[in-house]
């Protein structure tokens, strides 16, 4: 069993930052590519950025390519996401996720309880 757990979430200015961390539990999780999606109110859950198992490759959505900045430290088994430069269309419940072995992109197994993000316009 993975457990993930997130936190960094909270209220922001437009224009401000915040950093996301995402605690696995796990000895294997290093082995995992790691993503950070979200949803806002009423829309459905978004990709937002994925980080391959070494931290050698990271992908993003358009949305937030140049903003966001998405990092790990296998040492303490942590993904991170650096939201820059923050817009209210933003504000969501962000959840982090272990990709499935093998699997693409938008294929996860494990996911966090999500952390809320509020970007003030």
């Known amino acids: 069993q993975v457990l993930l757990v997130e936190s960094g979430g909270g209220l922001v200015q437009a224009g401000g930052s915040l950093r996301l961390s995402c605690a696995a539990s796990g000895r294997t999780f290093s082995s995992y590519g790691a993503g950070w999606f979200r949803q806002a109110p009423g829309k459905e859950r978004e990709f937002v950025a994925h980080?391959?198992?070494?931290?050698?490759?990271?992908n993003y959505a358009d949305s937030v390519k140049g903003r966001f900045t998405i990092s790990r430290d296998n040492a303490k088994n942590t993904v991170y996401l650096q939201m820059n430069s923050l817009k209210p269309e933003d504000t969501a419940v962000y959840y982090c996720?272990?990709?499935?072995?093998?699997?693409?992109?938008?294929?996860?197994?494990?996911w966090g309880q999500g952390t809320q993000v509020t970007v003030s316009s």
């Open positions: 996720a272990r990709k499935r072995l093998g699997g693409t992109l938008y294929e996860y197994d494990y």
């Open positions: 980080i391959n198992w070494s931290g050698g490759t990271t």
